[in-house]
T-cell receptor, first 115, second 114 residues
Framework: DVKVTQSSRYLVKRTGEKVFLECVQDMDHENMFWYRQDPGLGLRLIYFSYDVKMKEKGDIPEGYSVSREKKERFSLILESASTNQTSMYLC??????????????FGEGSWLTVV | AQKVTQAQTEISVVEKEDVTLDCVYETRDTTYYLFWYKQPPSGELVFLIRRNSFDEQNEISGRYSWNFQKSTSSFNFTITASQVVDSAVYFCALYGGSQGNLIFGKGTKLSVKP
């Protein structure tokens, strides 16, 4: 079974703090994704990466950055957390090639509260 | 533009009732893929099914069935004899050849009461 593991399930951070959300997958997938989920808005893509050190902006990249130093690990970084970044964050991974419809597998989510 | 619409925000049924979750999509791609995911209260999105645009055969998996109709751009999901464990948010999603990621609908929250 594919396993996507998000290191923190629940975090509470203060406004202005730098926040790291870590994600690891164990299936040698090329693609990795970070989504944000908010009530009434569904899932929105923040960033994705199709290879080590490669990244592409999604629909809502503002206020976020990402890091992919190793194939299995994809980190989401909030440089200066703000209250409007309080949300559930979901990491996902899939095989390439893009557009082939390979199933995207998700982690359990990280609930971030910024106070 | 790619778009997925799940018009039903919330549905509540009593156990053993059948329930259909609607999904309508928009795409200009000729090759695309449609997905359904289940999100239980624990938060993880669980993959349920993937269909490609060239395969319009309906699919049944236990109590779950899916009806794909290209003519109406719909990919509806039916749960037969619903159970309390089916309570979750269900997402329909579209993966097109011209994009690199899934486009999700806003989800339908299903509550199955005993």
């Amino acid at each position: 079974d594919v396993k996507v593991t998000q290191s923190s399930r629940y975090l509470v951070k203060r406004t202005g703090e730098k926040v790291f959300l870590e994600c690891v997958q164990d299936m040698d997938h090329e693609n990795m994704f970070w989504y944000r989920q908010d009530p009434g808005l569904g899932l929105r893509l923040i960033y994705f990466s199709y290879d080590v050190k490669m990244k592409e902006k999604g629909d809502i990249p503002e206020g976020y950055s990402v890091s992919r130093e190793k194939k299995e690990r994809f980190s989401l970084i909030l440089e200066s957390a703000s209250t409007n970044q309080t949300s559930m964050y979901l990491c996902a991974s899939s095989l390439l090639p893009t557009g082939s419809g390979n199933t995207i597998y998700f982690g359990e989510g990280s609930w971030l509260t910024v106070v | 533009a790619q778009k997925v619409t799940q018009a039903q925000t919330e549905i509540s049924v009593v156990e053993k009732e059948d329930v259909t979750l609607d999904c309508v999509y928009e795409t200009r791609d000729t090759t695309y893929y449609l997905f359904w995911y289940k999100q239980p209260p624990s938060g993880e999105l669980v993959f349920l099914i993937r269909r490609n645009s060239f395969d319009e055969q309906n699919e049944i998996s236990g109590r779950y069935s899916w009806n794909f109709q290209k003519s109406t751009s719909s990919f509806n999901f039916t749960i037969t004899a619903s159970q309390v464990v089916d309570s979750a948010v269900y997402f329909c999603a579209l993966y097109g050849g011209s994009q690199g990621n899934l486009i999700f609908g806003k989800g339908t929250k299903l509550s199955v009461k005993p």
